[in-house]
């Protein structure tokens, strides 16, 4: 079993920056396929950016690429995601998700966090 906190949210005007954790807890957690997803109000939840165990695969939306980036700190057990150049579109319940192996895109997770709220304004 393992257990995900998220934290780093907020509200943030556009243009900004924020920086999201994810703290694992369980066993074996830093073998683990970590992802982000994000849900916004009446929409399906999405995904946003996933790393591999050892961090050499990064993936990331097309619409986040090139301003978030996904990092991990094994040794922490932490997942980061550094969110830049915010957009009002950003906004959402952010989510930290864990799994055993395969595609990080893919949103078969086995583990989800509680999420984390971050709001953009214009």
């Known amino acids: 079993q393992v257990r995900l906190v998220e934290s780093g949210g907020g509200l943030v005007q556009a243009g900004g920056s924020l920086g999201l954790s994810c703290a694992a807890s369980g066993r074996t957690s830093s073998r683990y396929v970590m992802g982000w997803f994000r849900q916004a109000p009446g929409k399906e939840r999405e995904f946003v950016a996933g790393i591999s165990v050892t961090g050499g695969i990064r993936d990331y939306a097309d619409s986040v690429k090139g301003r978030f980036t996904i990092s991990r700190d094994n040794a922490k057990n932490t997942v980061y995601l550094q969110m830049n150049s915010l957009k009002p579109e950003d906004t959402a319940v952010y989510y930290c998700?864990?799994?055993?192996?395969?595609?990080?895109?893919?949103?078969?997770?086995?583990?989800w966090g509680r999420g984390t709220q971050v709001t953009v304004s214009s």
């Open positions: 998700a864990a799994k055993t192996g395969g595609l990080v895109r893919l949103s078969d997770y086995d583990y």
